[in-house]
């Protein structure tokens, strides 16, 4: 059972750990590799191993790091990472003659979540990839200047008429009446699991000192499967099995690994089913003084969910700000640091408005 092996690759890796020791027979601890625990007191050992529904998950009471042995070792040792993948390959098709001729490379690639792609479709021809513009487009320059990952600039499009695009995803959508007929935007398509475009944002081309210089809306959001109760984006890149971020917006979303956005802030009700069982932190936005943000925070803590309460030296007001300063796995650390539920995210989410 996963639980024996679970238990196993604690026990194996444990000797690279400082501190560690069994409590219990379902209960380890040790201090944590991931934030290094107290560095005033070297007996702190605040990451702890404990076993739930059938395996073992790991979870650190200082910097609020959480996952499953999977992540854990896949963070931690590679080789054992891959020992463990076969280890748990071989329980579940131990008994299947056939596939017990697979080598090890062979498990592995089938154990590894299905990579996504794009399906070469209609909803896409009208638009130009970011890739085919010219360097001095002024798209191009606006993702340079936000500093956009280039690898992720392949989910990223143009349109001179971005009305149009409205109007081809969405007959019923007026954007005549809202003035963006022929209004030029960054096209950001939202996918399903099969890489058909269900969805659609427009994002606004601004450069420095021109944030409030068109009297427009930054952000319009169309959708093109009216089934679809509410848009999620980049769901089927992220692992349920890692840490899932949710962000407010699509663009925050491509700077931290595993992250998905919200479309709209009706989704903050419930995550997408794909990830009711995952360790999710909801990241929004560092507006203290934000009503509306207070009160999504506010809804999440008592739903029993982990938000990010920034702290106070934090003075960017989203991570696309924060960029500007700090690395990608800076500011995820930082996340993690700042990941609370319950009582202690009430209290802190209290002190997070007097900021």
């Known amino acids: 059972m996963t639980v024996y092996i679970d238990k196993n690759f604690v026990n194996i890796v444990s000797n690279k750990l400082e501190n560690f020791s069994w409590k219990k027979n379902d209960l380890a601890n040790a201090r944590c590799p991931i934030c290094g625990d107290s560095q005033k007191k070297k007996s702190k050992a605040r990451l702890y191993f404990y076993e739930k529904g059938n395996k073992y998950l ?6 609020g790091y959480a996952a499953d042995m999977y992540g854990f070792l896949e963070h931690m040792d590679p080789n054992l990472h891959k020992e463990y993948c076969i280890q748990i390959w071989k329980e579940k098709h131990g008994n299947q003659k056939k596939k017990n001729l697979l080598g090890e490379s062979q498990m592995l690639s089938l154990m590894k979540k299905p990579e996504f792609k794009k399906k070469n479709q209609n909803l896409l021809k009208p638009l130009t990839p970011i890739k085919d513009l010219p360097p001095q487009h002024p798209c191009v320059q606006f993702l340079e200047l936000r500093k956009i990952p280039r690898k992720r600039w392949d989910l990223l499009y143009y349109t001179d ?12 959508s007026s954007p005549l009446s809202g003035g963006y007929a022929d209004e030029n935007r960054l096209v950001i398509p939202v996918f399903n699991k099969e890489g058909d475009v269900v969805g659609a944002q427009g994002r606004v081309i601004t450069m420095k000192g021109e944030a409030n210089a068109r009297n427009t809306l930054r952000y319009i959001t ?13 769901l089927w890149r992220a692992d349920p099995k890692k840490r899932v971020y949710v962000m407010e917006g699509p663009l925050d979303s491509l700077f931290i690994p595993n992250s998905i956005a919200m479309v709209g802030a009706g989704a903050i009700d419930n995550v997408h089913p794909r990830f009711e069982n995952s360790d999710v932190t909801y990241v929004l936005d560092n507006e203290p003084r934000n009503e509306q943000i207070i009160k999504y925070n506010e809804k999440l803590i008592k739903m029993g969910k982990n938000v990010c309460i920034w702290s106070s030296d934090i003075t960017e007001k989203d991570i696309n700000d924060m960029v500007y300063t700090r690395s990608p796995s800076e500011i995820r650390r930082t996340i993690d640091q700042n990941t609370f539920n319950g009582l202690e995210a009430t209290l802190r989410l209290r002190q997070w408005r007097k900021i």
């Open 161 to 172: 008429y971005f009305g149009d695009y409205m109007k081809m995803l969405d007959s019923e």
């Open 58 to 63: 790991v979870k650190c009471h200082n910097c």
């Open 222 to 234: 169309v959708k093109a499967d009216k089934s679809i109760d509410r848009l999620w984006y980049g």
